[in-house]
């Protein structure tokens, strides 16, 4: 029964007329527009996902805008009394929020009209304001463009006198020509993988992000293919969609910031930096841009933040504490209700709908790199080439969806310049000598190395002595040649003793590594985890290289239909069947415990509002 | 009260109005990008003229055998520059012209010693690149043609368009000898 060993083998081997002509083949041009009608849907579902998002947290933010408005309203009149019109008008509208509060909190039958109202003065400012601070964050980070943390890299412009930088170069021109666009500036970065991105915030000041190995790797054709795929998607308008995804995700920190900054230090800190960045004017200076954007991202996460802190009794414990809890805890539910929300929404509903909205718009630049080249493989071979070992760029997390591929974390990407390698070739070489024939046999090609050296590294994990020897002698041979590139692998010795759970050698190896000089400036900031979009969502930003070379196949790409396992395809509905129920299950607790916070919150915040007013009425009366 | 007569036709006016601005407004910036795709190959063929000079300087040295075939290049560069803006002369010299480069290029592979010399591997790529991009242009100009012609043409926006006095444009058919017939008045 060995006839079921091989189910995909028909498949592995196309016959010549499937692989010259897809059956249901597709004009870029209809590829284009199908892509670009996928877009509008998918982005009418982020709207909708938005202003679902937007009512609970309306019901969260109104209460506190109005809670500030009064407060100032009745300090004010402290000094000036404020005309009565004001206080009716005041009360007007407070009734009617009442009104809609019962109707949502205890079902109370209420007039239609009355209710209208009432549920207008619940949500519209929160909307408004979170409108607005969308806005605000989109407008402030478009003035600067996000190129500062990438421009801090060490980035540089492309030697005209070197031909492989020449040909970049021109394959840029020559695509930029193609899709009649201004050709946007070039930057090559030293670093070790192999990638490139587009940053910027509109055709005219978009810039062209390679990484020098990228050049070195892909031949003419498939850089023209590559080129083309970052030209077209300055064309298609990706950067300013991306300004505006992003723009979500720092407006949700920015909220999280504001909400908290009475209560902690970092908030403050945060806010302050935004004000400073966004009112000094006279140098919009691309890193600070770049650093408060990560900051706006990274208060939305789910971390420890000054309202625990603030509420941490661990140490000191006294009765002021106590009462300062008591009366300021209603805020701990409006601030696990907000980030509650937000992290659900940014991870099951808008983020993955914003993913799967980049995804089109990949499809889309795939689509037009095929028109602008009118060759499918190039892109295709690029894309396969890339995706064996795809380049990180060091400290362009934040930008990672602009980028050809997802960019990568593997550890065999560290020889960046050709010496290196050599040198790193050469030490791998010698070091066979204390091997014997069980080991693979050492070559000079670098990729081997690099294909060779994990399994190597493995194997000393797993306590092969020969291993480990061989690791020893390439680690002594590296350092004796260049002891700042050998600073930035790890002691072999350590590694070692660390797997095996020697505090000690962990400890020193946190500190060898990463070697500042190969982070460059973003060394500054590597004690923080790296931040992006991509980070807290359920679908990532990058479409999946199958179904890209899938439809660049369509598009005419002589690529061999990807063999799909249909094991693999049972398991996976099987478990999802299985595991279903369970996760829906868990989304409902989840949007349950949400709207029992959001209920809490608003419930707290108008009886805090009601005794703010009624202390402020007291203080007021004597004089009045 | 709001829904009368005369509000309905002010309105509908009014969107017509706005949506005929638009028409027109989208038809002059595809108009603009095709002359803009069409001027974008004039450039590209005077940076070729450019770098021929450099070129055979290049190659003097190591191609004494081969005196005629860089020779010929020159005269053709100086018949295309000659020809100048006399369409059909100029067409035939720059077709002449990308003949004998194609030649030059032939010939300069049985020179190991030639093609081992940096310069002229960077002028090597710099004109294939500059060949590249004058195919680049003319697709660009088609494609923006196609659109243009697509655009205007399509009801309901033909009824409007040869009253703005928009007529389409022809694309660039195959070969330098046809250029002199759509040198257009766009």
Redesign the interface.
Known sequence: MRLNAHPTGELTEPNASQRFAPRDRESFFAAQARNRRATWRISALCVLAAALMGIPLALIITPLLYGVALIIADAVSLFSPLPPEFWRQASEVSRFGRVALDWLLQQKAADPQALAIGVAVMLLPGILFSLALWAGVNLMFRRSGTGGAVLALRAREPKPSELKELQLIDVVQEMAIAAGLPAPQVLLIDAPGANAGIIGTSPEDARLIVSRRLIEDLSRDELEGAVAHLIGSIGNGDLRISMRMTAVFEACGLLVAVMNAPFGSQSRRILWRMVRYSLIRREADPQEAAVVADLLTRSAALEVDDIDRFFDATGKKSRMRSIRNFIFFPIFFTNTAVKLLLWFFSWAALGPLMGLLWHTRQYLADASAVQLTRDPDGLARALQKLNEEPGEIPGGDWASHLFLVRPGRSGNTFATNPQQRQMLAQAWAASTTPASASMPAASSDFAAISRQLPEIMHAAFAGDERAAARLRSLYQSVSAADPEFAAQFPNPDDLIAARKGDLEAMSRLRVARPHPSALGQAGKQKDQAPSSPETPSLVGFHASLKRRLKRLALLGAHIDPVARDRKAGIVILALSLLLGPFVLLAILMLLLLIAVMTMASLTFVTIWLAVIHKLFALAGSPTA | MLISPPVIGITVAALVLIWLIAVFNGLVALRN?VQ??WA?MDV?LKRRHDLIPNLVETVRGYMQHERSVFESVTEARAQAIVAGNNIPARTAAESALSGVLGKLFAVAENYPQLRAV?NF??LQ??L??TE??IA??R??YN??VMKYNTTQSTFPRNLFARLFGFSPASMFAGTDADRAEVYVKL
């Open positions: 990008r803009n795709a974008q590209q940096e591997q960077i790529e710099e294939t690149s590249n991009r680049y242009a697709q660009c494609d923006e």
